[in-house]
């Protein structure tokens, strides 16, 4: 049996004041889960391709833009005095730690959770309780009863007392479009979990071209030192030569522009290497300030033995940023389904149970249970605008899932071609700088010897640092192919300490 109450200028208790202002931020709380369902349900499905944006950034492989998360970090931990040793699985653990990128992409993959949560409620029995004690006075006569319609019973009722403690109950029995959002939802949580894992992936190719490229830097620095060396020693010996009368003048000139020459060379090479440790640093998120050296010298492995074949099908197996591209082809599928069943029936259950009466102690147990159909009928277009929109939504989807299978085969390939290129280069290098460092043995012996000038060992000495520099870019192209390689494979975590030599 249910007791149903009208009043008229009735006087509520701080309780009954309560239970409106709770239930009125309870709307406005769900009206903004909504919204935020909203966005980030529009937004989602732009993830792979932006994903796929970045990974097109970092695998071309020159300098990361500055407004690239992946190139920043959160700074952790405190300077450490004097310098520390790094080595490419140090600065590998600490990007995955403290990259901005990957901090990112963790808090996108928590969102996604949280709109899955909102989805899944929707199909969840909603239990909520309150309590009321009201103060009430009724006008019959403005309810529309004449005066004396009740013999014996005055026009003006009360005041009464009204307590009231009752918990309702709400839950949908048949929601259709609710499981297929929920299902779409959960698609868009591995996706999420794809796109953490590419973020990954990304993180690696860039701390380990900063790491290469620092590597680079430094083996330069160490190059044109040698040729500083050898430089100096030159221009004493043409300095001791011209003094005893057997060398002229000039070539203690030309002997001391070389030497200024190469030392202008090294401050530029020591600054490059200064700085290619700072972007390392911001990379992988060290310390301010922290003074480090790379523990390592510049690697040169042999590429992994894999035939093209292979590859293209390892990376559509493995790579995260197309296994998220899919999620959200499935997941589009699912919403689309959604919105189509917009216009099925939807049965729910509500009810409630409590006591009420005059006081706590004078009250009686009530309940209603009931079961609803809602059928839509008329809705001025907006089911028919969702269908459309989740139809072009799904149309895109899978046109970018479609575009990125394309590019992925297009950078094995890419990566390959690089890869055999940048091998030979390094081959060709070797060879030239040995015949260069032999050439120059030679013009130092003859230069020695007095049989000719030193213009032979000058040219001798800048085919030498030349052959230098060429073998040093090879070997950096050809480390970052095999980074592109592994990231082309979406096996870049697992495979590039690998291809670097990066193992302990």
């Known amino acids: 049996m249910t007791r149903i109450l009208r009043c008229n200028g009735s006087r509520k208790s701080s309780c009954g004041l309560q239970s409106i202002l709770a239930a009125a931020i309870c709307l406005i709380l769900l ?5 935020a369902q909203e966005s980030i349900s529009t937004a989602t499905p732009a993830s792979p391709s932006a994903a796929a944006g970045a990974m097109q950034v970092t695998t071309t492989l020159p300098a990361l833009g500055s407004q690239n998360p992946f190139q920043g970090s959160i700074p952790q931990g405190k300077v450490v005095p004097g310098s520390i040793p790094l080595t490419l699985l140090d600065a590998l653990d600490h990007g995955l ?21 909102q989805a899944l409620s929707r199909l969840l029995p909603n239990l909520a309780a309150g309590v009321s004690d009201t103060q009430e006075q009724i006008n019959l006569a403005a309810l529309g009863f004449p005066p004396h319609a009740f013999p014996g019973v005055p026009s003006i009722i009360g005041p009464f007392n009204v307590f009231d403690a009752r918990a309702n109950l709400s839950a949908p029995i048949i929601d259709i479009g609710a499981l297929n959002s929920l299902r779409a939802s959960t698609e868009n949580t591995r996706g999420a979990i794809s796109s953490y894992k590419n973020a990954r992936e990304l993180v690696v190719v860039a701390v380990g071209v900063a790491y290469v490229q620092s590597l680079s830097a430094q083996a330069r620095v160490a190059a044109i030192q040698a040729q500083l060396d050898t430089a100096q020693s030159l221009f004493q010996l043409a300095t001791d030569q011209n003094k005893a009368g ?27 290497l200064d700085k290619q440790k700072l972007q390392l640093a ?29 590859a293209i099908d390892e990376a559509l197996h493995n790579r995260p940023d197309y296994a998220s591209a899919l999620s959200a082809v499935r997941a589009a599928e699912l919403r689309t389904r959604s919105a ?8 729910r259950f509500d009810g409630n149970y409590g006591v009420i009466g005059n006081y706590p102690d004078q ?29 072009i939504a799904l149309k895109q989807r899978q046109a970018e899932a479609e575009d990125l299978r394309g590019r992925i085969e297009y950078e094995v390939r890419a990566a390959f071609l690089d890869l055999k290129a940048a091998a030979d280069q390094v081959d060709v290098a070797r060879s030239t700088l040995n015949l260069a460092q032999q050439t120059l043995a030679q013009g130092q012996d003859r230069f020695r010897a007095g049989v000719t000038n030193n213009i032979e060992v000058i040219q001798a000495q800048e085919s030498v640092a030349s052959a230098n520099e060429v073998l040093i870019n090879s070997t950096l192209q050809f480390n970052l192919a095999k980074l592109a390689l592994a990231r082309s494979l979406g096996v870049a975590e697992r495979a590039t ?6 193992k302990p």
């Open 363 to 391: 009250s009686h147990g009530t309940f209603t249970a009931a079961g609803s159909v809602q059928v839509p009928i008329f809705s001025g277009g907006r089911i028919r605008s969702d269908i459309q929109q989740s139809e």
């Open 246 to 272: 057997v060398a002229p003048s000039i070539d203690v000139l030309r002997s001391q522009v070389e030497l200024q020459s190469d030392q202008q060379r090294l401050v530029a090479a020591r600054n490059e």
């Open 282 to 310: 911001r990379t992988i998120g060290m310390p301010t300030g922290q003074e480090f050296t790379l523990a390592q010298e510049i690697p040169y492995t042999p590429a992994p033995p894999l035939t093209l074949e292979a």
């Open 340 to 347: 189509h069943q917009e216009r099925w029936p939807i049965l």
């Open 497 to 502: 300490k690998e291809f670097l030599g990066g």
């Open 97 to 117: 730690k403290y990259n901005l990128g990957l901090f990112e992409s963790e808090q996108g993959s928590a969102s996604a959770r949280a709109v899955r949560l």
């Open 31 to 35: 009206a903004e889960m909504g919204i």
